[in-house]
């Protein structure tokens, strides 16, 4: 006996290293012609060893009873399927007949017959004079069946002298096991069946759990199997019945343990193997080589029960890297790794480097080594799909991020990333003008991820903020006001945001209270906007202003915060939170952000007393460019959200005309009461 591989991979490229490596199967689908699938369930398919023929079995109308065992044909092995036919009688009767394996000169259908109980199926043999044409005579296979047994799934070598098949039987090492019987010539009788482990000492394949559906291939060195509908599954699966490979370095060599069929495709081309039911494989018998097929049966959407078949294939490893970005945006990629099997090159290059951009480089040829420069922030995937001369293709996907303009000075606040954000954000100034470039995945939940502009206040405050202009965002990203107990990613706050929705923009009204956010959605709005945030001890009010004079009330709502909170610009830019995703930042303009705590209405130069000295202050300002209030709001006299002549006039005529008191507060420290854009960044008198 020859010794066998331990490991069932290595076994196979041992086997064939010219056929295995490199290759995979590739191009799964159900489309197999017309009328192979239909609505009803289709199962048990079996190719022919010319490739020609399908046996299945389907429970569609029109049949003999139970399932039936169908016949479609082609033209040649590439071909799609064109005719679909009942065998009809002595195959097909009143119970059920399935899995009709054919010899490979056409003149033998091996196939079991018994229902749908699978406690009393028997392996029974149709033949007919020729290759084509009815069967002429059906019968049980003489010296398989055992008192007791149920046996399925048989499997007829290519001289017809071994039959490879699952029974539920006496002397097996599980459920269903796999079992083999031979004969000398193939005129005779089949010999007593023998446990496939038994008859090739040293094989690791059957198990305690169920082994179904063998298939050998023609060079007898891999043998294709399946778990049965029934859980406990062989462990290492994708979640319900999986197709598994044994395979053996010789061909009187012991089959090794059989390996998931998804470790062999999958790392190259696709995985036949999913989370739903896989099983029954039939394989081409010229398996490993270029071209062959594997059929299976499947519950993966679209559909129910169905036939799917999956292709064996050179296909092309994809590696390159990636350099860069510089400070220009500039990245260099380079795919001179990347190969294909033996005798199929050459190789041609397509890019996409995920920005909407196109070039030469986006269709095939010889672009081993690229050069692109981007020119907006975010994060970019660069796709390289590599074809082989045999038209196979192979994709990878890389992201590259080009972050957001270096965080600048934004003083007197501070900027940070509340949570952690895959893509970083950043703020700066350019003149009056905020700047704001922000990741985050949400504003809500538990949890929150954004960038935040922030200062401090203390008590009752003003906060307002003029959103100039939105230069990118992406659906659901939201940029406002918010006041915030603590920069942790789960405290409470309060907030009024204007966020994109998929057709329009609106104001919306955040606040969480405990462990979970609630959002209010209010109006359609249009930028420039202006926002405010008012606190009055423990409610909280929000307004929005299309020109920062007339104020329009948005939400309001209670919130117990500290006395002193984080208050200013958060800006989420909804990113999808996956690496290897597209995501721009949101990009925004913003002015005008002012927090206004505490002052005495009047005292414009804050002395902390209210006389003559205000209103002269209050002129010079105006009119020859003296000093500007500390906090504007001082100013405004009047209260009209404005700073103007009439202001220090009302004052005088307050002093010294008996004129009307201007509106609190004024003899005590307090806040606004009507909403402005008038800001009051320092009043230290009622510190």
């Known amino acids: 006996m020859v010794t066998f591989c331990s490991i069932s991979l290595a076994c196979m490229l041992a086997a064939a290293p ?73 195959v097909n009767t009143g119970v059920s007949e399935a899995f009709g394996e054919i010899s490979a000169d056409g003149r033998k259908l091996i196939f079991v017959k018994g229902g749908d109980d699978r406690w009393n199926n028997a392996i029974w043999v149709a033949t007919r004079s020729g290759p084509d044409g009815p069967f002429d005579d059906a019968y049980e296979l003489p010296g398989i069946r055992a008192p007791g047994s149920s046996d399925n799934l048989p499997y007829l070598t290519l001289d017809e002298k071994a039959l490879f098949f699952s029974s539920i039987r006496a002397g097996g090492v599980g459920n269903f096991d796999l079992w083999v019987s031979t004969r000398q010539h193939a005129d005779e009788e089949f010999g007593p069946p023998v446990l496939l482990d038994e008859y090739f000492p040293g094989s ?91 059929y299976f049966v499947s519950n993966r959407p679209p559909g129910d029960l169905d036939i799917w078949r999956a292709t064996w294939e050179a296909v092309p490893e994809v590696l390159f890297t990636v350099a860069g970005p510089d400070p220009t945006g500039k990245v260099s990629v380079d795919g001179s790794a990347s190969s294909t099997p033996e005798g199929s090159g050459p190789m041609t290059y397509a890019w996409d480097f995920g920005d909407g951009t ?53 003083a007197p606040w501070a900027a940070l990333d509340v949570g952690t954000p895959i893509f970083p954000g950043s703020a700066w100034k350019d003149g009056e003008d905020l700047h704001v470039c922000a990741g985050g ?10 960038h935040f502009v922030h200062g401090e206040a203390t008590g009752d405050f003003d906060a307002v903020v003029q959103i100039e202009e939105i230069l990118s965002w992406r659906t659901w990203a939201s940029i406002g006001l918010m006041a915030r ?78 006395q002193t909170v984080l208050v200013g610009v958060a800006a989420c830019g909804a990113d999808p939170g996956d690496e290897t995703q597209a995501f721009l930042p949101l990009q925004a303009r913003l002015s005008g952000l002012a927090i206004s705590g505490r002052f005495r209405r009047g005292d414009s130069n804050s002395d902390g007393s209210i006389n003559i000295s205000d209103p002269v202050f209050n002129l010079n300002y105006q009119f020859e460019r003296g000093a500007a209030p500390s906090c504007l709001k001082t100013a405004d006299v009047n209260d009209d959200g404005m700073i103007n002549l009439a202001d220090p006039i009302s004052e005088l005529n307050y002093l010294f005309a008996s004129g009307p008191v201007p509106p609190i507060p004024l003899a005590e420290c307090g806040v606004d009461p009507t909403p402005d854009a008038l800001t009051c960044e320092s009043y230290p008198p009622c510190k």
């Open 18 to 90: 010219g056929e295995i490596r490199g290759n995979a199967f590739i191009n799964v689908t159900k489309q197999l012609g017309a009328g192979v699938n239909t609505s009803e369930f289709e199962s048990s398919p079996r190719i022919s060893p010319d490739g020609l023929t399908l046996h299945f079995a389907s429970l569609r109308a029109g049949g003999h009873g139970g399932w039936d065992i169908y016949r479609a044909t082609r033209n040649s092995p590439e071909g799609p399927f064109t005719q679909v036919s009942n065998l009809g009688p002595p």
């Open 204 to 294: 690791q394949v059957n198990t305690s759990y169920d082994e179904m559906s063998s298939c050998l291939t023609e060079d007898g060195l891999a043998l294709f199997l399946s778990d049965s509908f029934t859980a406990p599954f062989r462990p290492g699966g994708m979640g319900e019945a999986d197709i598994w490979v044994s395979t053996r370095s010789d061909i009187d060599g012991a089959f090794g343990e059989p390996v998931n069929l998804n470790n062999l495709s999958a790392p190259r081309g696709v995985a036949v193997n999913a989370s739903t039911y896989e099983l029954f494989p039939s394989v081409s018998r010229s398996w490993p080589k270029r071209g062959a097929e594997i």
């Open 358 to 410: 196109s070039g030469e480089w986006s269709t095939f040829g010889a672009w081993e080594k690229v050069e692109h420069a981007y020119t907006s922030p975010g994060r970019h995937p660069i796709t390289l799909t590599v074809r082989n001369s045999l038209g196979v293709e192979t994709t990878v996907t890389n992201p590259v991020t080009l972050k957001c303009t270096a965080p600048g000075d934004v």
């Open 441 to 450: 995945t949400r504003l809500g939940g538990s949890d929150d991820e954004f």
């Open 485 to 562: 107990e603590s920069a942790a990613s789960n405290s409470r706050y309060v907030a009024i945001l204007v966020y994109r929705s998929t057709t329009t923009s609106n104001l919306r009204f955040r606040f969480r209270k405990d462990t979970s956010a609630s959002a209010r959605t209010g109006s359609v709005t249009e930028l420039p906007r202006w926002l405010m945030l008012s606190r009055r001890g423990s409610e909280f009010v929000a307004y929005s202003s299309a020109d920062g004079s007339a104020w329009v009330e948005a939400d309001r709502e209670t919130v117990e915060l500290p």
